[in-house]
């Protein structure tokens, strides 16, 4: 079974902290994502990666930033957290497109 | 206009009930479908995954995709208390980023 190992489950965080949300796949994944999920909205793109050391901007990438030193493993950094960004982050990998395996997810406040 | 419209719910449904979950999507290019179960503090987990047109069948679970409506749906037979839970469609076209649903939440009485 794939697993996506998320570090944290929860998080609280003040207003401009730079916080890190690590995530480690074990299967060999090419592609990485984050997404971030919100009552109502659903799950919403942030970044993904489709290698080592490269990166995309998903569909609200403003504000975050995404770091793929090694293939198993895809962090993303809130440069400067806002109460706007407290929310559920999911981390999920795939071979190929579809369909993706995710992690248990990471709540973060910021307060 | 999303790219995909999921119905909002919440669904609450005696125990035994069929459940019905439906998506609308806008993209003809879309060809493959998925359904996703979230548990409550849980990552969403794959329950369905069929590709164009069509129905699959898995246990009391069946999914069926109409692409010249752009309407998928996912069926619950004999729904258990087990089955409470947020599902979410998502959708792609051929190597591409997948597109999510809202989220519908299900709740079964016991």
């Known amino acids: 079974d794939v697993k996506v190992t998320q570090s944290s489950r929860y998080l609280v965080k003040r207003t401009g902290e730079k916080v890190f949300l690590e995530c480690v796949q074990d299967?060999?994944?090419?592609?990485m994502f984050w997404y971030r999920q919100d009552p109502g909205l659903g799950l919403r793109l942030i970044y993904f990666?489709?290698?080592?050391?490269?990166?995309e901007k998903g569909d609200i990438p403003e504000g975050y930033s995404v770091s793929r030193e090694k293939k198993e493993r895809f962090s993303l950094i809130l440069e400067s957290a806002s109460t706007n960004q407290t929310s559920m982050y999911l981390c999920?990998?795939?071979?190929?497109?579809?369909?993706?395996?995710f992690g248990n997810g990471t709540r973060l406040t910021v307060t | 206009q999303k790219e995909v419209e999921q119905d909002p719910g919440p669904l609450s449904v005696p125990e035994g009930a069929i459940v019905s979950l439906n998506c609308t999507y806008s993209?003809?290019?879309?060809?493959?479908f998925m359904w996703y179960r979230q548990y409550s503090r849980k990552g969403p987990e794959l329950l369905m995954y069929?590709?164009?047109?069509g129905n699959k069948e898995d246990g009391r679970f069946t999914a069926q995709v109409d692409k010249s409506s752009k309407y998928i749906s996912l069926f619950i037979r004999d729904s258990q208390p087990s089955d409470s839970a947020t599902y979410l469609c998502?959708?792609?076209?051929?190597?591409?980023?997948?597109?999510f649903g809202a989220g519908t939440t299900v709740t079964v009485r016991a």
């Open positions: 069929t590709y164009s047109s």
């Open positions: 998502a959708m792609s076209a051929k190597e591409d980023k997948l597109s």
């Open positions: 993209n003809s290019a879309f060809q493959y």
């Open positions: 299967m060999d994944h090419e592609n």
């Open positions: 999920a990998s795939v071979r190929g497109f579809s369909p993706l395996h």
């Open positions: 990666s489709y290698d080592v050391k490269m990166k």
